[in-house]
T-cell receptor, first 113, second 114 residues
Framework: AQSVTQLGSHVSVSEGALVLLRCNYS??????LFWYVQYPNQGLQLLLK??????LVKGINGFEAEFKKSETSFHLTKPSAHMSDAAEYFC???????????FGKGTKLSVIP | NAGVTQTPKFQVLKTGQSMTLQCAQD?????MYWYRQDPGMGLRLIYY???????DKGEVPNGYNVSRLNKREFSLRLESAAPSQTSVYFC?????????????FGPGTRLTVL
């Protein structure tokens, strides 16, 4: 069964520092993978997605993620954190042909001035 | 283009009361979903509707029922609310499954059951 694990429920970075949020998936077939962001008291918004093809995926707001099959990972990065990046981030995976997204438990990102 | 809308935004119920959460999308999407979000648990799928006229159970369906009223609307009903159903409920929609399963989320309904 598909599962998604996010390492670290809380991550703090200084403004201008690298953001790295970790996500690992388990699956016997390459999945479709997504990163969503949730700002306080709002719904989820798609940051980026991996389906097939290029393993480095660029998303909105300067975020990108790299699909590494050998490591079963799909970590989210941003070179320089902004205060506006403070939010909760969710990694999600979808098995081929499935309608069911499996979400990780989320990582809350704090940005320190 | 409003995307996914949900009503109400907030609701307080007493144990045993019933209520229906409403969801509508204007993106002509085929598939719709209901999730609940609890602290430290991420989002868990309650029910989904792959297409108009079909519904299927997700990870946590007990205590809930759904109706896909038409292509636009998908409602979630709590027949006899329990404190364990205190949560934030999100509706989402997508064009369809598989690679087209980029899900668009509504703003959520915060439900408290006393």
């Amino acid at each position: 069964a598909q599962s998604v694990t996010q390492l670290g429920s809380h991550v703090s970075v200084s403004e201008g520092a690298l953001v790295l949020l970790r996500c690992n998936y388990s699956s016997s077939v390459p999945p479709y993978l997504f990163w969503y962001v949730q700002y306080p008291n709002q719904g989820l918004q798609l940051l980026l997605k991996y389906t097939t093809g290029a393993t480095l995926v660029k998303g909105i707001n300067g975020f990108e993620a790299e699909f590494k099959k050998s490591e079963t990972s799909f970590h989210l990065t941003k070179p320089s954190a902004h205060m506006s990046d403070a939010a909760e981030y969710f990694c999600a995976g979808l098995g081929a042909g499935s309608y069911q997204l499996t979400f990780g438990k989320g990582t809350k990102l704090s940005v320190i001035p | 283009n409003a995307g996914v809308t949900q009503t109400p935004k907030f609701q307080v119920l007493k144990t045993g009361q019933s209520m229906t959460l409403q969801c509508a999308q204007d993106m002509n999407h085929n598939s719709m979903y209901w999730y609940r979000q609890d602290p430290g648990m991420g989002l868990r799928l309650i029910y989904y509707s792959a297409s108009e006229g079909t519904t299927d159970k997700g990870e946590v369906p007990n205590g809930y029922n759904v109706s896909r009223l038409n292509k636009r609307e998908f409602s979630l009903r709590l027949e006899s609310a329990a404190p364990s159903q205190t949560s934030v409920y999100f509706c989402a929609s997508s064009e369809m499954g598989g690679v087209y399963n980029e899900q668009f989320f509504g703003p959520g309904t915060r439900l408290t059951v006393l």
